[in-house]
């Protein structure tokens, strides 16, 4: 049967095309997928390929390489895949082999995974530097096994250089088709979400939580893009929490970050709602001061803006809220300061946002401080925008108001950067505290 790819062949084409521009035709390119896990013993973890595999010509299966050479005229793109096999197929599934990967694959050729040494000794013998992607355990392996020794490995692939910078740029900027499968994946993941609102009461386990979502991914032909967090109480604290084993309180607040995936697109959504349906005060205080900052990041996420800004507005409102609550004490000039540690990295300790796209913290990205540091926005970018305040209970490292401890709150949202401003692709998930409110009590 006819596989459905989730992009034309034209836009595979036009993705290796645009690449290798900026290749000379006396190199080569090779693109790995990643290993296959091992969860225990003969039992492995799901396998997702490598992201510019998928980015390149949307190839799902392990053992795979993807090589693009230059004959002179022409690059000539080649998947080294499994080949067909009757006894493995039994037991682990279908293969399309070298007959479906050349048949139905953005490529001119496809070859059996077991010649790969053999032309990779041919390409060596041209003194060809060879740019790839990342060299996992399985592309090792299948050269060492025809070598003498693992030492001659590095000396076998001596003249190799980083290709995922070029590809990155690439991907930074998604198409149209592209956009769509985020669209698809943040729809699921607020409806998911939205879901979790609803069915909320106190004394649930953070794992019902967790259950809702993933249940709503699953029925949607989806998966999580990444462990779901979800923290109630101080758990809420905790940046990546993800035992999500614990009881949610009555009073308590649960941050829930979640997103899933479609066609290898991520979506990544953070909403904080309390338990019972009803912010304390103090919740509330601390929720609006992150709902204000993660506006005014939004607002910043325009055309030909700095990648830093969104960080800069979030930062102002945050250090200004907590200096209002009398949470920090000092002028807003020291708080801020020359590189953004001033006093609200105490509680709020992680950067604005990334980009996102077949990774959830995508490729071409960046922050203050990074070797890279980070584009101007572009349209066609995505990137998420997640500002949070952290008071957790056990630090005894910084003073934290009694009133406040426990209290940990995050909003993130996914952002398209258009020449329109920025829109919010997450927004039918709600963070008014009204609608969050009502949402929970009216289930
Ligand atoms: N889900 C991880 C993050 O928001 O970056
Ligand atoms: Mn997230
Ligand atoms: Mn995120």
């Not at 993807?66 to 279908?94: A, D, F, H, Q």
């Not at 009881?247 to 899933?260: F, H, P, Q, R």
């Not at 338990?275 to 055309?303: D, H, M, P, R, W």
Request: hydrophobic fraction near 35%; aromatic fraction near 8%.
């Amino acid at each position: 049967m006819m596989p459905k790819l989730p992009f034309t062949k034209s836009e595979y084409e036009q993705r290796q095309e645009s690449l290798l521009n900026s290749i000379s035709k006396n190199d080569i390119v090779i693109i790995t997928t990643n290993d296959v896990m091992i969860r225990s013993n003969d039992v492995n973890y799901s396998f997702r390929a490598n992201s510019y595999m998928l980015y390149l010509c949307g190839w799902e299966e392990e053992n795979s390489i993807l090589l693009m050479e230059n004959n002179g005229s022409n690059w000539i793109k080649t998947l080294y895949v499994n080949p067909t096999n009757t006894e493995k197929e039994i037991w682990e599934g279908r293969r399309q082999g070298v007959e479906g990967a050349r048949k139905f694959w953005p490529v001119d050729n496809a070859k059996s995974i077991h010649s790969l040494f053999q032309d990779l000794v041919v390409v060596k013998s041209k003194n060809k530097k060879i740019h790839i992607n990342q060299k996992p355990k399985y592309f090792v392996d299948l050269i060492v096994e025809n070598l003498e020794s693992r030492d001659s490995f590095d000396n076998f692939l001596s003249n190799v250089n980083d290709v995922n910078i070029l590809i990155d740029k690439l991907r930074v900027i998604k198409s149209n088709a592209e956009i769509k499968h985020m669209r698809a994946s943040c729809a699921i993941a607020s409806s998911a979400i939205i879901q979790a609102m609803k069915k909320s009461y106190s004394g649930m386990g953070e794992w019902e939580l967790q259950a809702i979502i993933e249940q709503f991914y699953k029925m949607n032909k989806s998966q999580s893009s990444y462990i779901p967090i979800i923290g109630g109480g101080d758990n809420s604290t905790i940046l990546h929490y993800k035992k999500n084993n614990s009881v949610i309180e009555e009073g308590s607040l649960v941050l829930v970050d979640a997103g899933c995936e479609i066609n290898g697109y991520a979506s990544d959504i953070t909403r904080t709602w309390p338990i019972n349906g009803t912010f304390t005060k103090e919740q509330k205080e601390i929720y609006k001061i992150v709902l204000k900052a993660q506006k005014a990041a939004i607002e910043s996420c325009q055309v030909g803006f700095d990648w830093n800004k969104m960080h800069e507005s979030s930062v102002l409102h945050i250090s200004e809220g907590l200096l209002e609550l009398g949470i920090i004490d000092t002028d807003l000039g020291d708080i801020i300061g020359e590189n953004f540690d001033g006093r609200y990295r105490d509680f709020f300790m992680h950067g604005t946002g990334h980009l996102l796209g077949l990774d959830v913290h995508d490729v071409g990205g960046g922050r203050k401080g990074d070797d890279n540091p980070g584009p101007s926005l572009q349209p066609g970018m995505i990137v998420t925008v997640e500002p949070g305040l952290y008071f957790s209970k056990w630090r005894s490292d910084v003073s934290i108001p009694d009133k406040y401890a426990g209290i940990g709150i995050r909003i993130e949202d996914d952002i398209l950067i258009t020449e329109n401003g920025p829109e919010i692709i997450t927004k039918s998930c709600p963070k008014e505290i009204e609608d969050i409110e009502v949402l929970i009590r009216n289930k």
